[in-house]
């Protein structure tokens, strides 16, 4: 019989591992619990929000947010602080307007989307047409928009998870060039918003080669009353911009160097760019701050691996998560997991480990610790991680996905709400202890995602 | 014994009157439940902010409005429609800028304040004395603003009463006066708001000399964390304006004459102007709705009374109530009663009645008619009536205040926010029941509120 030798070896190994894992759990915990209560999270953004604000790539703001990024991490105690430089396209925004000429005349609120074309200069008017879906739009006969302002008005749901702006992200993203190739001269989307504020949302968009802007709801619904008339609803629009093909940006990098296995590093971020209206709260400045915040009460522990976190520079407009992957691929194998923090500064709700993870000692000590914190643990693998960890994905890197309640987030995303007062302490705090928690028992511990995801031992 | 004759009136009296006052219940009854389905209020403000939208007083949008109420009046079946002229100053917005330019630059947003000077050309930069408190203001000793921006940031509490608002008013009205005379070279005042979106908020203001602006309640709180660090903080303002000492206005009118006592009136009304961010939807086309509505609704039962409807004509400014006043003094024995509506849509929740009047039969029908809606009746007489009415009630009109519940007023009010889709038709209707209630039971009975008041028979 062989199986009385393989019960006495698991048995060491569970006792070994047991004592590990309390270990690793009575550190998380109490990582937590500190993480709950330090002020850390909230001064990065603090900090950030009232000494740079707003910070679209290609702008001097971004300059002074890489800057800040450095000095901050630094300040931190963070080590090997470091900017990587790339180039990426970036769109900027010159001074807009839009107003109903006739039959009755009133100021319209928008912003223009990322890519948007200028109008002539003097503006454009033209008549709309008015969608009340997009799907209306796409359906629409051949030359129905010749000449005319298409106007996109379906309204976006309210959910926990996000997943309305998923479902009606394409409006925004595709709206132009869908309008352009159906002979509109310009695009108007209502606000990808959840909330009803006179203050329009922007966002990437795919260009099209036609003047392109958010409406904010209430203008949105107020030339829906308009086009109800049967009147022709004439639309004037002035908006300036500029392109620049290779604008200068930087990834701001910095680590706290692990005590035994340096090489094994933890990859965690937020991006640092943010759109031009808010001051960049939440988007994502929150994200910034909670992961410079976690890897620094991570890395008070001393742990094994490296703890790096990455400032990523040009997420909204992208090219930073790209340029991240293209500069480390040689050292993907060594990148023990990625997670980045890009939905705000809402409680973390529910997770993801990568597959097959969940029963290994330092899991189990994690899933211990934030236990008090009561989130759901989904038992299907991680499906996002965010954009700018999606290049290490696809080499290879496993990843997790922490996600925030996103109920509120889209009443403020790529708005001018976008501000400060939006994040609830106790909820970053709750952010910052979660990921703390989680890097601190991956660094800490030889857990291996990829042998767990694929069986190898 | 004299008592059984008297007891034999009083019972026929009261025979009689309980007779009227069932009559009365019922008619009224039957209007409540009219209005409650009735979408002539909502109409009404739906035509308002989409045919004209914001209406400063001395724009052209004004003259639109005017053409408008004479237009609605006549539609909806009011004889004697006709617009009574006045001149009123009137400050026009122009263009407005304002930043921080050291240390930390970023916008601001700003709505100038009503009787605003304009800054020089090309702005003015200065720093700023952040008062956390209007009182500390007050109380900064001589010189303190001298070419200083006074920055004061108080926050306005939010009530179901309004009471929050005229608590922290005079930050507003009198705050650039104060600070010019201390020597400031311009005044910024956090929004008078209980929201938390980055849209100011403007509003009447005594001027002072000196540029003076509502800042959004985000960039008041920016403002405060800039100051904090001690450093000067150094805001640039670029702001344009003119006044019109003597613009023309209109108040308009419209009546349902009286079937057996037309020269007795009950004059009702909201303002038709309104500040020129938002499309005049809370403030106050909600009033001119609900009123219009009601009126139409309870002259439709042809009462022996004239009901008026007045849309006056610069309440943001002033100008319009004292203009009725003058113009009506010498009616003013027939008005019966005067109401205004002028504090949104939402739920009156509720109301007091001329002093002694609530047991007379009349009113006795009102109160059972709208015992449905469970609206709090005060013991306590009527305090203010509403601006346009508050010419007529100093040369001695009863008037009536029907309360509406502002927990969301001023989340709005007088920002760009005020907009058609933040009235619940439900709501408005339900103002619209209650006014319609109370008008038909005063001009279909013979109710002297002088009379009751003064205890004379």
Redesign the interface.
């Known amino acids: 019989m062989r199986i009385l030798p393989v019960l006495a070896a698991s048995a060491l190994v569970f006792t070994a591992s047991s004592a590990i894992a309390q270990d690793l759990t009575a550190k998380a915990s109490a990582l937590r619990e500190k993480a709950l209560s330090d002020p850390s999270g909230w001064n990065v953004i603090?900090s950030l929000?009232?000494?740079?604000?707003?910070r679209p790539v290609g702008s001097p703001?971004m300059e002074r947010a890489r800057d800040w990024g450095v000095a901050k991490l630094k300040e931190l105690g963070f080590t090997n602080v470091h900017v990587e430089p790339f180039t990426t396209p970036a769109w900027s925004r010159g001074a807009e307007s839009a107003e109903v000429v006739a039959p009755?005349?009133?100021?319209l609120?928008i912003l223009g989307l990322g890519k948007s074309s200028p109008t002539p200069a003097g503006g454009l008017s033209a008549p709309i047409v008015v969608f009340h879906t997009y799907r209306e739009m796409l359906e629409a006969p051949d030359g129905a928009l010749k000449g005319k302002i298409a106007v996109v008005t379906e309204k976006m749901t309210k959910t926990q998870d996000g997943s309305g702006y998923g479902g009606i992200n394409a409006n925004r993203t595709s709206g132009p060039g869908e309008a352009a190739k159906r002979g509109a001269v310009a695009y108007l989307v209502r606000s990808l918003s959840t909330d009803?504020?006179?203050?329009p949302h922007t966002g990437g968009a795919n260009g099209g080669g036609i003047p392109a802007a958010a409406l904010s709801?209430?203008d949105a619904?107020?030339l829906e009353?308009?086009a109800d008339?049967g009147k022709p609803v004439i639309v004037k629009l002035d908006m300036q911009s500029s392109n620049n093909p290779a604008a200068q940006a930087w990834n701001v990098v910095g680590e706290i160097r692990g005590s035994t296995a340096p090489d094994e590093v933890i990859v965690v971020g937020g991006h640092l760019d943010s759109w031009d209206p808010?001051?960049g709260a939440i988007d994502d400045g929150a994200g910034v701050a909670i992961m410079t915040a976690a890897a620094k009460l991570a890395g008070g522990a001393k742990p094994r691996r490296t703890i790096r976190v990455v400032m990523w520079g040009s997420e909204e407009q992208g090219g930073s998560g790209q340029a991240y992957a293209n500069a480390h691929k040689d050292e993907i194998s060594k990148i023990v997991v990625a997670g980045e923090s890009d939905t705000g500064a809402g409680l973390i709700w529910n997770l993801s480990l990568p597959k097959d993870s969940a029963d290994h000692p330092a899991m189990k000590a994690f899933l211990r610790a934030i236990g008090p914190l009561k989130i759901i643990v989904k038992r299907t693998p991680p499906q996002f991680g965010g954009s700018d960890i999606a290049g290490l994905i696809l080499l290879g890197a496993p990843f997790v996905d922490f996600n925030q309640d996103a109920t509120r987030y889209f009443d403020l995303h790529h708005?001018?709400?976008d501000?400060?007062?939006?994040i609830v302490p106790a909820e970053l705090a709750q952010n910052v202890a979660v990921w703390a928690s989680f890097i601190y028992t991956v660094a800490d511990s030889d857990i291996d995602f990829r042998k767990l995801a694929t069986g190898a031992q």
């Not at 929000?49 to 707003?54: H, I, L, S």
Request: proline share 6%; charged share 30%.
């Open positions: 603090e929000t009232t000494e740079v604000g707003a703001a009755y005349p009133q100021k609120h009803d504020t006179r203050l709801t209430p619904e107020l009353h308009m008339r808010g001051t708005s001018a709400d501000t400060l007062d939006k």
